[in-house]
Structure formats: structure tokens, C-alpha cells
């Protein structure tokens, strides 16, 4: 018997994305703008209890570059960035001709850490150079420590990128992710909780940033019957064809959710009482879409040794993030670190965990994995 390929996390649509694709090629909304796209985006709003506007666009990555220069950031500016995420946190920090300045995590949520930050932004202030944002990331699905880095930005006065890349229907004391930075973003790239095949949204409180969002995303045209500019604009909106996919996943969200959850839950279940393996525990108030399931291994040796045993099963595996302070790309760059990103990296392990995993699946993941720690 042959075993079908399981992925780290693959597309799950509900049914009736292809019914919404249909309307947008039945009335000729092959375009990036048309009612899916006010469809989708009032979805992502009425999910954030209409707390935010969201403009859909076409990546996170985008929304991350015009949320940071909706925020001011600029050639020669730094920015702060948390150290442990994928790199397309960082990499519109550069795309501004600014520079990140990479910040460590703490082990309660693998997110930024608090203590660092503000060392890193005190030692940034009497250098004479006080950083214009700072980009925190829910990890994972795992909120960052929010009150913490809140308070801090309140403090001295630099304003948060709130990454919710990986974090659609996390939550932080009730609240959704996504709404607890000036700017917030979400990914719907095909790996994420829901896709649109490639997209992402920028969720912003003030509704003339949603305006000047959508307008730097489309070429930035000003009001004129002939095409005028007075700024540099860009190609950023989400299609109303994408959009239509984005609607149709808006309607399983909850139980995209609670897939994620479940799977967690078993692999805590079946592997927690193992020597050498250990989950990350939501701290009281957080609350994980669980977007990917972590573990801890005690060594590098044996993550690579279970990667490796999965592998061989056509099962896909993944170390986490490789931090970005240790990325060749940003070798120049400053970085507030004590060692614990790098720490997760050596010894972390993503397993599998699509919302359309099988029981038998996860069972097969399990088993491998306990051959492996228990040998
Ligand atoms: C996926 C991801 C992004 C980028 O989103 P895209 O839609 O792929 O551009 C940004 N930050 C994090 C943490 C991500 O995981």
C-alpha cells in the first residue's frame, strides 16, 4: 500500500470558494478590485468585532511595506524587528532603505522579548538614533507578551507593526490578534490558516490609514479623469477573483481553527510523556490558533534524527525559524540577543498540522516520532 504525502501544513478550502470565483467570472470582476473584495474584507472585519479596517491586498509581505511607510519609516531610519520569525518580517524594513535592528525572544511565547527591546531602544536613543517602528510577530499563532510591548511603544513613543501573519483567530485575553498594534497584518499565502492562494490584509483603528493604504497599493492616483500621480505608488491589491477564494475560507475560519487546536491537542496528548519533548503551553489570557504544532527536542542531534525518520516516511517536517540576526542576508546587522532564538532553532521541530490532517495521519506522525525519542 502506498501512503500519501503528509505536508506541514497544505490548502484547505470549505466548498464555496469556487462558487464566489464563479460570480467574480459570471459578471467579468476579473480585476483587482469588485464585490469580493468588499465581501472578504468585511469578513476579516466582522471576525476583529469590527474593531479594524482591513484592506485586502496581495501579500503580507506588502502590507507589512506600506504599513511601515504608512508609519513614517524611511531611507536611513531603524526599525525594530523581532529576531525569531521568516524573513519577510524584515524584509520590507530594506525595500524603505531603512535597517532592522534584530530583537532576541523570551521563552514564555518564543516572541520578542520585552527586556531586550527596551534595552535595544535605550542604546538606540543614546546613540542619537531612536528607532521609527517596531515589527512583533505572533509566532506560530502564539500572541507576543501584547500589555508588555504596549506599554513599552506607549512609553517611548514608537509605534508597533503588529505581524498577525501566523496568527489568524489567535487571541489575547478575548481579544483577536491582528488588532493590537497601530498597524496589524495578516498573510492568506497557501501554507497559512486560510488561503486566497497568495494574499494578505493590513488592519488599521484610523480609517484615512485604510484609505491611504489602498491608494499607495494602486498606483497611488490621485482624483483626476487622466492618470496623475503625486507620489510613488504600487501594485498591492488583493484580485477580486482571489478575494472570492478568501470569502469562501472566511465562512470555515472557526473550524480551521479548531483543526489547528486538535492537533495540537493529540500531539500533546501522545507525546508529552516522553523524555526530550516538550510543547509550548499557552501562557493564562493567550489563546494559539496553533497554526503549527512545535516541539522541543533536548538536542539538535535529536530533532534532526526525528526530521530525518519523518522524511524517509514522506512526512514533512520543519526546524523553526532560523533566526534572522543569524540569516547571511542581515550578517551586518545590529542584534539584541542572549541566545534563546538561537536555542529554539537548534532543538525545534514543526510537525504537521493541516486543518485537513486525517486521524490516521497524525497517528502515523506520532508513532514515527515516539520509534525515534524512545529508542
Ligand atoms: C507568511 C508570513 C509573512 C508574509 O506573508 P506573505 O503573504 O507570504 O507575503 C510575514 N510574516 C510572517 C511571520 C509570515 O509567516
Redesign the pocket.
Known amino acids: 500500500m502506498t501512503k500519501t504525502r503528509i505536508w506541514l501544513s497544505s490548502p484547505h478550502m470549505g466548498g464555496t470558494e469556487q462558487l464566489y470565483v464563479k460570480e467574480a467570472f459570471d459578471s467579468n470582476w476579473v480585476a483587482p478590485l469588485g464585490p469580493n473584495v468588499n465581501f472578504f474584507e468585511n469578513s476579516l472585519e466582522s471576525y476583529l468585532n469590527n474593531n479594524v479596517h482591513a484592506a485586502a491586498l496581495s501579500?503580507?509581505?506588502?502590507a507589512?511595506h506600506l504599513g511601515l511607510q504608512l508609519l513614517g519609516v524611511g531611507k536611513g531610519d531603524e526599525v525594530l524587528c523581532q529576531s525569531f520569525?521568516?524573513s519577510?518580517?524584515a524584509n520590507p524594513i530594506n525595500y524603505l532603505g531603512a535597517t532592522p535592528v534584530f530583537i532576541d525572544s523570551e521563552s514564555k511565547t518564543w516572541n520578542i522579548s520585552p527586556e531586550l527591546l527596551e534595552k535595544a531602544i535605550l542604546d538606540r536613543i543614546s546613540n542619537g538614533k531612536k528607532p521609527k517602528a517596531i515589527v512583533a510577530?505572533h509566532?506560530y499563532g502564539m500572541p507576543y507578551q501584547i500589555e508588555e510591548i504596549q506599554e513599552i511603544s506607549k512609553k517611548y513613543g514608537i509605534p508597533v507593526i503588529e505581524?498577525s501573519?501566523?496568527a489568524l483567530g489567535s487571541e489575547y485575553k478575548e481579544m483577536k490578534c491582528g488588532q493590537f498594534g497601530e498597524i496589524g497584518i495578516f498573510?492568506?499565502?497557501g501554507n497559512?490558516i486560510i488561503t486566497t492562494s497568495?494574499?494578505?490584509a493590513l488592519l488599521t483603528k484610523n480609517e484615512s490609514i485604510k484609505q491611504k493604504a489602498v491608494h499607495l497599493a494602486t498606483q497611488a492616483r490621485d482624483k483626476a479623469p487622466h492618470y496623475q500621480h503625486s507620489k510613488i505608488g504600487y501594485n498591492y491589491r488583493m484580485s477580486n477573483v482571489l478575494a472570492g477564494i478568501g470569502r469562501g475560507q472566511m465562512e470555515v475560519i472557526d473550524d480551521r481553527v479548531a483543526a489547528r487546536r486538535f492537533n495540537f491537542d493529540y500531539y500533546l496528548k501522545n507525546l508529552s510523556g516522553i523524555a526530550g519533548i516538550e510543547f509550548l503551553e499557552e501562557p493564562e489570557g493567550f489563546y494559539s490558533n496553533r497554526w503549527l504544532t512545535c516541539i522541543l527536542t533536548d538536542s539538535f542531534d535529536k530533532r534532526e534524527s526525528i526530521r530525518l525518520a519523518l522524511d524517509q516516511e514522506d512526512i514533512e517536517s520543519r526546524p523553526l525559524w532560523k533566526p534572522m540576526h543569524l540569516q547571511p542576508v542581515f550578517a551586518s546587522c545590529l542584534h539584541f540577543s542572549d541566545g534563546t532564538s538561537e536555542d529554539l532553532f537548534n532543538r525545534g521541530l514543526c510537525l504537521p498540522s493541516g486543518s485537513n490532517m486525517e486521524q490516521e495521519d497524525l497517528e502515523r506522525v506520532v508513532s514515527i516520532i515516539k520509534k525515534v525519542a524512545l529508542a
Open positions: 501579500s503580507g509581505t506588502g507589512i520569525t521568516f519577510a518580517s510577530v509566532l505581524d501573519a501566523e498573510s492568506f499565502n497559512k497568495g494574499g494578505g
